[in-house]
Structures are given as structure tokens and as C-alpha cells.
Nanobody, 117 residues
Framework: QVQLVESGGGLVQAGGSLRLSCAAS????????VGWYRQAPGKQRELVAL???????HYADSVKGRFTISRDNAKNTVYLQMNSLKPEDTAVYYC???????????WGQGTQVTVSS
């Protein structure tokens, strides 16, 4: 099993920055990909950014050029650097890992990001 713990959310003014962390622990063979998702009130959960085991990344159009996903393999942690935040970025942010054996998927508990105008 893979357990994920997010941290780094909070309240920030528009134009500000936050860095989210997703720390993985547990017993697994390998992690195939880690994604950051977000869910705003009344909306569906959406993919924000994804990093594959080989290092390739993918971003939603709405965050391209503002958000950066990265990882520290030594710390089993994936980061989401969020710059130039907008009120529409307000949501609960979740990380998700696809891992082996399986493949299987795990979710973190989420961290709230609130951007004030």
C-alpha cells in the first residue's frame, strides 16, 4: 500500500505563491506516476499536473506557465509550485499515485488552497 500526505496549502492573495508537498510512504514496488488534482465547491475533480516515473510532465491548460510539478526521489516527495495564483485556483488539492504491484491507485487527504482577490 502507498500512503500519501499532502501539505502546504493555505490562504494567499492573488498573484502570490504556494508550494504543495505530497509525501509517499508504505510498501510498493514502484510508483508509475503522481498527479495533483483539485476540486472546487460544486465542481468535478480535475487533473492539474502529472509527473511520470520517467520524469515527463503534463499540465492542465489553465495552469501552464504558472504551476510546476517536480519530485525529490530521495524524499519520496512530489511538489507543486504554484505561482501567480488566481482566485479561480481556490480548491482542495489532492495528490494521487499510481503504483505497482497492480497497478493500483492511492489518494491523499487533500489540502485547502484559498486565493483571495
Amino acid at each position: 500500500q502507498v500512503q500519501l500526505v499532502e501539505s502546504g496549502g493555505g490562504l494567499v492573495q492573488a498573484g502570490g505563491s504556494l508550494r504543495l508537498s505530497c509525501a509517499a510512504s508504505g510498501s510498493y514496488d514502484s510508483i508509475l506516476a503522481v498527479g495533483w488534482y483539485r476540486q472546487a465547491p460544486g465542481k468535478q475533480r480535475e487533473l492539474v499536473a502529472l509527473i511520470m516515473s520517467g520524469g515527463s510532465t503534463h499540465y492542465a491548460d489553465s495552469v501552464k506557465g504558472r504551476f510546476t510539478i517536480s519530485r525529490d526521489n530521495a524524499k519520496n516527495t512530489v511538489y507543486l509550485q504554484m505561482n501567480s495564483l488566481k482566485p479561480e485556483d481556490t480548491a482542495v488539492y489532492y495528490c494521487n499515485a499510481a503504483w505497482l504491484p497492480g497497478p493500483r491507485s492511492s489518494w491523499g487527504q487533500g489540502t485547502q488552497v484559498t486565493v483571495s482577490s
